[in-house]
């Protein structure tokens, strides 16, 4: 894994032409220590890096579930969180929601509210390839109806907290791992103490 800017210069806009398709290193304190191709993280020994989930909610307070397409690098078809992301260099997190929200299910956000700060996970799927995260964790809410990509998503779904809390509670291998940490924490479902 190579990266393009040094601890040093990890707070300045890198030089490279193509870097909004790169993704912040970070140090295990949570510094940014650089950055590296977003196609080349994802491996058998992924580096620490920065990304966000995303949880929407609608004013009847259904959250938006999405079944991930099985062309992701990791977790192909398990379902989790509306969407997931990595900013992009210099990027505010805000915007990187709202950025990939359009991207992933064609929609605007709003009432972007971080509920998770602090959120840390590293998990392996089983093909092996690991997700290494400092996840900072959204809720938003939005009026208007998913027009999903296909590239991204294959299937979504609208449920209650509690029906989601019962299904992960019966089949927590049917998520995503990070889903069923997060919603632990937040005391929307109960696997017991701390992470799933």
Request: charged share 20%; glycine share 8%; aromatic share 8%.
């Amino acid at each position: 894994m190579t990266t393009a800017t040094s601890a040093q210069g990890a707070d300045s806009a890198p030089q490279t032409a193509q870097v909004d398709d790169h993704v912040i290193l970070l140090a295990e304190d949570g510094t940014r220590i650089g950055h590296t191709p977003r196609a080349t993280v994802h491996g058998l020994d992924t580096p620490l890096h920065l990304a966000f989930s995303c949880y929407l909610l609608r004013a009847d307070g259904q959250v938006l579930l999405t079944r991930r397409a099985l062309a992701k690098r990791t977790w192909p078809g398990v379902w989790t969180n509306s969407f997931c992301g990595h900013p992009r260099f210099g990027e505010e997190m805000s915007d990187a929601v709202r950025r990939h929200a359009a991207h992933e299910l064609g929609l605007e956000v709003d009432g972007i509210e971080l509920v998770l700060p602090d959120f840390r996970y590293r998990a392996v799927d089983a093909s092996g390839v690991v997700e290494n995260e400092i996840c900072p964790v959204f809720f938003a809410t939005t009026t208007q109806d998913p027009q999903p990509n296909p590239d991204e998503v294959m299937d979504l779904a609208w449920t209650s907290m509690q029906d989601l809390g019962t299904a992960i509670t019966a089949t927590p291998w049917a998520f995503s791992p990070w889903m069923v940490s997060q919603l632990n924490q937040l005391g929307e479902i109960d696997l017991g103490a701390g992470d799933a």
